[in-house]
């Protein structure tokens, strides 16, 4: 690359973890019993950040020894033994722990077999209204239990796929472990999708069970889904059963099956125990340019990989409860849920993250007594601009991390957390992707945590900042590569029978070495820096820039809501960047800003990365998970026709392209 960034002196960290939690920390635990067991590198308790990187190396470098150490000190159940750990360490194709079986839903539910927990909370769960309602350890395993003997008594056999039409609620969660429990294959898309977003997705695994809602409450008020799915029963014809959960009181469509019908037994839990490889569950790329990837989970990897994240990474364990924003069509559900790998209570929240004010998800945190709560960047920085203030009018006593991912955290949303939160307070900012399932980089609770930046790579994951040529540098932005195979990386992906697609995904730039597309630096320190999508980098004069940074800067300044940028390369050899901005109320987009808005990205970023012009826009557009979508945009604006630059059934608001089409035609 060709912007290396200014080294500069070690800042100081905003927090620092005390010795007390930093002793108490399962993945100390963990290190110093893994240094008398498998060959780990003893920690010293005097310096914290040194034994954990010397941990992360040799998790990297010793791979077998550390996932075999991973499945001992968490007790991973094998039904039938390994015949190694690692069978081929190629990429794509690793085989992870072949010969051995196992089930990810009976390990999710262990803690209701223990007389002690048995009745404790597995599972708290509201929505928009006050009421708070909770499902304990052996009612949970019942009702799995329950459904999955009725899945079998469908015909549904381990590799069947079963889908759900389903908003963040129990019945999300229990038809998930149900799935896992017979050995079928969950996938699900929440009901804010419409009819064709869903069939884009759904019909290319033909699910022969769905689960299905007949509405949501979303931001006071009421969504009916009964005409969608009407819509989805008339487009797979796979479908040999609809399950019909009334959250609005609808009676049931013609042919389906009652939920509660099929949870009122009582039989005992039976687990199919499956090839470690066997799928776990299909989840689906954002799809703004073609049909969505469906990309598939095993068990087994999905299994080990959430147990390190959930149990070392973000040290949940029994007394815990889980929060993490998020819906059945975003990777972090399927993350959330594996909080019950921990033995953790795990939150379920169904609504608006801001309704009926910008402060409610830190209402449902004082709600529920969460003591770790996931979120999203934009959420924070929304509660910033807003004047929520959560340490004065919520009783965040119990919380002890706040997490974020979804889009980098800037500066500005650390220091609010610290802030306005409470001082002594583990930030945990996490980068990862549906493709993983999992985190590449994110939270380590014996680490520092300093402005901007991400605390660490996480243990496993070989991960490096390369440059164009395949070099590995530091302190420098590069693509973001993983070199050496991790177990939750996608099995395959559905219907690509010779792995064509999967490679072109990954491997294609660096072949061997999985490229994820995100621009990273690796400090001299041992932080990672996000910079953005690598797929749509700003590109002045040869300089390379990642949006998030230019997000940043902008947003920061109160009279921007939101925006969007993008460099377009055209025809004649010019490239426009133009900053698309969405105006805060009362905001007007005269010279005054305009000047603003290019001093600030002048003097805190970069002169050559100042806008060529700023252009008010009605709103940005994002997936239907919550991202901008830069290169559709910028498609658009090279003059790509609107059909062929998006799928339409993946933007939340596809009437807002129609403001960049006619740019576009303008500009012609």
Partial sequence: MNNPAEPAATPEPLWRPGPDRTARAQVTRFQAWAAGHHGAPAGDPSDPVASYHALQAWSVREPEAFWQAVAAWFDVRFSAPYESVLADP??????????????????????????ARA??????HLDERPTLGQISWAELSRQVASLADELRSLGVTPGDRVSGYLPNIPHAVIALLATAAVGAVWTSCAPDFGARGVLDRFQQVEPVVLFAVDGYRYAGKVHDRVSAVAELRAGLPSLRAVVHIPLLGTEAPEGALEWTDLISGSPEPSYEQVPFDHPLWVLYS???TGL??????????????????TGLHMDLGPDDRFFWYTSTGWMMWNFLTSGLLAGSTVVLYDGSPGYPDTGAQWRVVEQTGATVFGTSAAYVIACRKAGVRPARDYDLSAVSCVASTGSPLPPDGFRWLHDEVKEDLWIASVSGGTDVCSCFAGGVPTLPVYVGELQAPCLGTALQAWDPYGKSVTDEVGELVVTSPMPSMPIRFWNDPDGARYRESYFEMFPGVWRHGDWITLTSRGTVIIHGRSDSTLNRQGVRMGSADIYEVVERLPEISESLVVGVEEPDGGYWMPLFVVLAEGATLDDALRDKVKHAIRQQLSPRHVPDELIPVPGVPHTLTGKRIEV????????????RAVNLGSVDNPGLLHFYEELARRRR
């Fill in 119 to 124: 009745d404790k909370p597995a599972l708290l």
């Fill in 286 to 288: 954002s799809g703004t």
């Fill in 292 to 309: 969505p990837k469906a990309i598939v989970h095993s068990q087994g990897g999905i299994l080990l990989e959430h147990l390190k994240q």
């Fill in 90 to 115: 190629a990429m794509p194709g690793a085989r992870w722990f072949p010969g051995a079986t196992l089930n990810y839903a009976e390990h999710a539910l262990r803690s209701a077999r223990d007389p």
């Fill in 632 to 643: 559709p945009v910028k498609k658009l604006l090279q003059g790509t026709p609107l059909d």
